[in-house]
């Protein structure tokens, strides 16, 4: 089974910064993509950012130039370095896990936190 260990969200004023972090553990991750999805009350969860085992990455609109995801395979983590936030930001993150080769899987995190707020 497949856990997902986030950290790091949390309270922030507009144009600070914040880093979170994602460990998996418990299956096979060659060839997962690993990524941050945010969700706010009401609305659809939606793509934060994205990197593959071989390291493309796709970022939101939203966040390209001001988020920074990166990945350490030997780990099996990715960190979100969120800089320059915005009161859009806040929302609860989530970190995902998928692989779309046998064996085939997708696990989300519990979610964390941000709030940017002054």
């Known amino acids: 089974q497949v856990q997902l260990q986030e950290s790091g969200g949390g309270l922030v004023q507009p144009g600070g910064s914040l880093t979170l972090s994602c460990t998996a553990s418990?299956?096979?991750?060659?060839?997962?993509?690993m990524g941050w999805y945010r969700q706010v009350p009401g609305m659809q969860r939606e793509l934060v950012a994205t990197v593959t085992s071989g390291g493309n990455i796709r970022y939101a609109d939203s966040v390209e130039g001001r988020f920074t995801i990166s990945r350490h395979n030997a780990k099996n983590t990715i960190w979100l370095q969120m800089d320059d936030l915005k009161p859009e930001d806040t929302a609860v993150y989530y970190c995902n896990i998928r692989r779309v080769i046998t064996p085939t899987y997708t696990y989300w995190g519990q979610g964390t936190q941000v709030t940017v707020s002054s």
């Open positions: 418990g299956g096979v991750f060659a060839a997962a993509t």
